[in-house]
């Protein structure tokens, strides 16, 4: 995915929503113009991976009878900061359908082949290297058994003690858009890396810049996170705003519960999923978590349930395990914010 263009810190616009949706995002179902497009399309990507035999018809279908039926849960699109009720028209976007991004990445690969251009860096590249030295961080961390509920902030390590531990690591870039973070994470000492994207124009560039900077090492796949037909897992998953596109499409909130149980299947247990958002502070994120673990319990406890099923009942899929704390933060009615926000869950 690539990057989003920051309003100023001081921009009094930056400040209207605390979990920053960004105005550029919620766009409705407006046709945007050739630049706007463009530049929304190196701000985001939706693309992924879902492991299970139901067919889409029928995991759609379960997916709405969970939210229809669990009115204890709030739906994942209806968590805010700062009000009650949230804004339909804002909980939809063109950002939202894959076929917005097929375009756009139609556009980048031939702005690529003609001018050699790779796009914008997802969130920019302050973010991306933050999440990268965090990330790595972490992962040691994790490594040499340092496991707790708030892990350290990133250190600087050699990269010849870095390797033993992050070479074993399987990545999973889930909406990898044009690969650029795992070129980086590459470069720093991760090795089993995997990038995914439903939009085969981005899984095309993504491969042409990996071969034209001597990446051979990374495997680009397309595949979408809804309906995956990956059959392994992975130690280490990446979202860097897949599951933001995801709420923006009209059915967002059985989509993003479809993501959870998704992404719980490729995450191998003990594994961390890393993600980053500019439409969710921390809170939020782990407040969803929290829905989608006593989602599962519920399940657990049903009679005829399978014994994979019964052991959620003491160990829900995730918990929270650390969150970035050095992304620059602003103030909006009474509440602290960022317009970024990096969070890690530990798969148990």
């Given amino acids: 995915m690539a990057g989003l263009k920051f309003l100023p810190e001081d921009s009094s616009e930056a400040n209207q929503h605390l979990s920053a949706p960004l105005q550029q995002l919620q766009t409705g179902r407006e046709v945007a113009s050739d630049d706007d497009r463009s530049v929304a399309a190196d701000s985001w990507s939706i693309k992924s991976d879902y492991g299970s035999t139901l067919d889409d ?12 039926s669990a009115a204890n849960f709030r739906p ?25 991004w097929d375009a756009a990445y139609l556009d980048e690969l031939a702005n690529f082949r003609e001018h050699g251009h790779v796009g914008e860096i997802w969130f920019g590249t302050d973010v991306m290297e933050t999440v990268i030295s965090w990330t790595k961080s972490l992962c040691i961390d994790v490594s040499q058994g340092h496991i707790t509920n708030h892990v350290g902030e990133a250190k600087s390590q050699p990269v010849e003690q870095d390797d033993k531990y992050l070479s074993s690591w399987s990545v999973l870039d889930i909406g990898t858009g044009n690969g650029l973070l795992l070129q980086e994470l590459s470069k720093h000492g991760f090795s089993d890396l995997t990038g995914t994207d439903y939009s085969e124009g981005a899984i095309d560039l993504a491969r042409s810049l990996a071969d034209r900077d001597g990446f051979s090492n990374i495997k680009f796949l397309v595949d979408d996170i809804l309906e995956t037909k990956l059959d392994r897992q992975f130690q280490l998953v990446m979202d860097k705003g897949t599951l933001d596109a995801i709420g923006l499409h009209p059915d967002g909130p ?18 961390i999923l890393v993600i980053t958002s500019c439409n969710h502070t921390k809170d939020e994120l782990m407040q969803e978590v929290e829905n989608f673990n006593q989602r599962n319990i519920a399940i657990s406890q049903e009679p005829n349930t399978n014994k994979d099923q019964e052991t959620q009942k003491d160990h829900p899929p995730f918990r929270y395990l650390n969150h970035v704390r050095t992304y620059p933060t602003f103030m909006f009615g009474g509440s602290v914010g960022s317009r970024v926000a990096t969070v890690a869950f530990l798969r148990n």
Avoid: C
């Fill in 57 to 68: 018809e029928q995991r759609h279908a379960d997916a709405a009878e969970s939210l229809s």
């Fill in 76 to 100: 994942a699109s209806d968590y805010s900061s700062d009000k009650d009720e949230p804004d339909a028209d804002a909980m939809t976007s063109m950002l939202g359908l894959q076929s917005y």
């Fill in 254 to 271: 059985i989509k993003r519960m479809m993501y959870w149980d998704s992404v719980s299947k490729l995450l191998a247990p003990n594994g």
